[in-house]
């Protein structure tokens, strides 16, 4: 508590942010008031002090805080809005007297920043374990592949251009039936 403001408030601190759909405590120090005294905070909007966004039930001051469960729709579409807490005392040792108000903090209601995963850390050294496996082992896995297509494809590895006309063995009039049908002469 700040002895020059005289401000009960604990929490929310002053000029703090909050997010909305969230619950949050609006907590004051009791012994700032009668011990059977009773406690309303109110929430109100800052531009706009006669209108109320949120108000709790009354509380005894002895439990020293009240939950508070924030709402998109006090933003009023806005992207932020400010709000203030107001505290009012009711003493019951004189129920005729009007409650006493207290200000309290003034607070930024908004959105919630996305929350991202922090990048691992860059690691520019491999991991030796790993090389010692992994080099040899695929080195070998290449030597065995280039081996095979060496002596599997043995017979296959010819180019095959030869004589682009052939010899002549052409369908012709000149031949037999036989040579024809490809049963010899």
């Given amino acids: 508590i700040d002895p020059e403001n005289k401000n009960p408030f604990c929490l929310p601190s002053n000029e703090s942010t909050l997010f909305y759909d969230k619950t949050y405590y609006a907590t004051w120090d009791p012994l700032s008031f009668p011990t059977n005294s009773t406690v309303v905070v109110q929430i109100q909007l800052s531009n706009d002090t006669t209108q109320q966004v949120w108000s709790s039930g009354k509380t005894d001051n002895s ?35 009007a409650a006493s108000t207290l200000d309290g903090p003034v607070i930024t209601l908004t959105n919630e920043p996305p929350n991202h995963y922090k990048a691992p850390p860059f690691n520019k050294v491999p991991n030796k374990e790993g090389l010692l496996i992994g080099l040899p082992v695929t080195l070998g896995f290449l030597l065995i592949v280039i081996v095979g297509l060496y002596f599997g494809m043995r017979k296959h590895r010819t180019i095959g251009l030869g004589n682009i006309m052939g010899r002549r063995r052409g369908y012709g009039v000149g031949k037999s039936k036989r040579q024809r049908l490809g049963l010899g002469k």
């Fill in 63 to 97: 439990w020293g805080f009240v939950a508070v469960e924030t709402k998109k729709e006090w933003m009023q579409g806005y992207s932020m809005y400010n709000l203030t807490f107001h505290l009012l005392n009711y003493e019951p040792a004189a129920p005729e007297r």
